[in-house]
C-alpha cells in the first residue's frame, strides 16, 4: 500500500485525503477523529489521532476567537459528539495551548448537557430512577462519565456556571460517585459561594422530583468551608470574626437563613439538621434574625406535635434581642412559640423604652434582661405546674360529687320504698346547725342565761324616755 510498490497507492492517497480534505476544516476533523474510536489501537500507531486532537484544538482556538458564523459556539455541538476519552485529550490538549477558561468551560458545559441531558438539563432523573442498582451499566457509565467530566475542569474556582456545578454535584451524589469527586465540587461551590443563589442551594437538597430532601450534608460542608475561609482570612487581618463579617459573608447569611425558611417545610427535617445549618453562620453575619425567625415560625408551623423542650430547641439558633420592631411584635402575639422566647420580645421593648435610644445602654442591659427573663421563664413554668395541679384537684372533686350525689339520690330511694324515715342530714343542714348552737338568742330575745359575765353591768344605762 506503500510507495514502495507503485506511484500514488493507497497510502499517499488516504495522507493526501487527511490533509487537503477531512483535516482542512474543523467539522471534518472531528468526523475523522470520531471514526478513529473503532480503530483504536491502530489509529494511534499511525499518529492518525494525535494529528486529529492538535487540528481540533487549533481551530477551536481560533473559531472561538473569531467566529466564522453563529451561533458563535456551534464548535461545542461538534465536539459534543466524541467519546469522552478522545474529548478529554482535545481538552487537554487546549489548556496546554493555554486557550481562555470560558472556551474550555462552554465546551465541558456542552458536553455535560449532552450526554447528561436527565441529570443535568432537564432536571427529570430518568434513566437513572430508584429501581435501578448502583451496578447497573447505565449507573456506572454515568458514574464514569462525571468523575472524567470534573476531573477535566479548569483550576480557575468561578469558570464555570454555578448552577451547572450544583447540577453537577447532585447527579455525583445520586450516581455514588468518589469522595474525591464530591469534594472537588463541594469546594468549588464553597469559593464563590456569595454568589449562590437560594435555588441553587435547593437544587443539591431536593430529590429530582423535588418531594423529598436528598442531600443536606453537602450543603452543610459548603457553609462550613465558606465560614472557616472567612475566618482565617480574618484572623490573618488581625480582625475579630465573631463583630466584623465581610460583605460576601453578610449575603451568605442572608441566604443560608432564606435556605432554611424554603426547607422547614419538609417534615422529615430534624432539629438536629436545621440548627447544624443554621448554626454555621456567624452571629456577627446577621445584623438582624429577622430572616432566622422567620424559618424558625415555619419549622414550627410544619412540626406542630413538638413538645416545649423541642421549640425551644429550634428557638436556640436565634437571639429574640436582634428581631425587629415588627418581628417582635409578631413573635409576642405568636402561640408556636416557647414562653422564653415571647418574654425576650416582650422584656427588649420595655428596656428600649426605658433607655431611650442609647445603644449602649441597650447593651449594658441585655445581660440583666436575659437573667430576668430565665428567672421568669422558671416562674411561668412553676405556675403552669401549679395550674396544671388545680385542675387536677378540681377534677378530683368533681367526681366525688358525682359519686356523693349519687349515692345519696339512691339512699333516698330506698327509704322511700320502705314507708318514709328520717332523712339524712344534708351537708348544709349540719353546717346551719352547728351555727345555731352559736346563737345566743335562741331561747327568745329576753333569755340571757347563755351569755358570759364579761359585761360590765356596774354602771346603768342611760335610757332616754320620752313624755307621752
Request: proline content about 3%.
Amino acid at each position: 500500500m506503500t510507495d514502495k510498490y507503485c506511484e500514488n497507492n493507497l497510502t499517499g492517497r488516504t495522507e493526501g485525503f487527511l490533509t487537503q480534505v477531512a483535516l482542512s476544516s474543523l467539522s471534518g476533523a472531528i468526523a475523522v477523529l470520531k471514526s478513529c474510536e473503532d480503530l483504536t489501537p491502530i489509529a494511534e500507531e499511525l499518529k492518525i489521532v494525535q494529528r486529529c486532537v492538535e487540528v481540533v484544538t487549533s481551530k477551536v482556538t481560533i473559531e472561538a476567537n473569531f467566529p466564522s458564523r453563529s451561533p458563535t459556539n456551534w464548535w461545542t455541538e461538534e465536539l459534543s459528539i466524541l467519546d469522552i476519552d478522545f474529548f478529554g485529550r482535545v481538552i487537554t490538549s487546549m489548556k496546554q495551548r493555554a486557550s481562555k477558561t470560558l472556551t474550555v468551560s462552554s465546551a465541558i458545559v456542552t458536553y455535560a448537557e449532552r450526554w447528561l441531558r436527565d441529570l443535568i438539563r432537564d432536571h427529570s432523573g430518568a434513566g437513572t430512577k430508584s429501581l435501578e442498582s448502583d451496578d447497573s451499566d447505565i449507573r456506572i457509565r454515568q458514574r464514569e462519565l462525571i468523575q472524567s467530566i470534573v476531573a477535566l475542569l479548569p483550576s480557575e474556582k468561578a469558570a464555570l456556571p454555578i448552577n451547572f456545578i450544583c447540577c453537577l454535584l447532585r447527579s455525583a451524589t445520586f450516581v455514588k460517585a468518589s469522595t474525591a469527586t464530591k469534594n472537588e465540587l463541594e469546594k468549588r461551590i464553597s469559593a464563590i459561594l456569595e454568589h449562590v443563589t437560594v435555588d441553587d442551594l435547593l437544587v443539591l437538597s431536593f430529590t429530582y422530583d423535588g418531594e423529598r430532601l436528598f442531600d443536606l450534608e453537602s450543603v452543610r460542608r459548603i457553609i462550613s468551608g465558606f465560614a472557616e475561609r472567612e475566618k482565617s482570612v480574618a484572623v490573618f487581618n488581625a480582625g475579630d470574626f465573631r463583630e466584623v463579617c465581610s460583605a460576601a459573608m453578610l449575603r451568605v447569611a442572608k441566604t443560608v437563613d432564606a435556605y432554611l425558611g424554603e426547607i422547614a417545610t419538609c417534615t422529615e427535617l430534624s432539629i438536629s439538621k436545621f440548627n447544624g445549618i443554621a448554626v454555621l453562620v456567624p452571629k456577627g453575619a446577621r445584623k438582624v434574625d429577622d430572616d432566622l425567625y422567620r424559618a424558625v415560625d415555619i419549622y414550627l408551623k410544619a412540626h406542630p406535635n413538638l413538645d416545649e423542650i423541642e421549640r425551644e430547641k429550634v428557638c436556640s439558633v436565634m437571639d429574640a434581642l436582634k428581631l425587629s420592631y415588627e418581628a417582635r411584635l409578631h413573635a409576642s402575639q405568636n402561640k408556636r412559640l416557647p414562653v422564653q422566647i415571647v418574654l425576650h420580645a416582650l422584656y427588649f421593648d420595655q428596656l428600649k423604652l426605658r433607655s431611650g435610644e442609647d445603644e449602649n445602654d441597650m447593651q449594658m442591659d441585655a445581660v440583666s434582661t436575659r437573667n430576668q427573663v430565665q428567672a421568669d421563664v422558671s416562674l411561668a413554668k412553676e405556675n403552669e405546674a401549679l395550674r396544671t395541679e388545680l385542675l387536677k384537684m378540681k377534677m378530683y372533686i368533681s367526681d366525688i360529687k358525682k359519686t356523693g350525689s349519687g349515692v345519696g339520690a339512691s339512699a333516698a330511694t330506698t327509704s322511700s320504698g320502705k314507708g318514709g324515715g328520717p332523712r339524712k342530714p344534708t351537708f348544709f343542714s349540719s353546717v346551719s346547725k352547728k351555727l345555731g348552737k352559736l346563737n345566743p338568742f335562741k331561747n327568745g330575745s329576753k333569755d340571757t342565761s347563755n351569755i358570759d359575765d364579761c359585761v360590765d353591768v356596774t354602771k346603768p344605762r342611760r335610757r332616754r324616755f320620752s313624755i307621752s
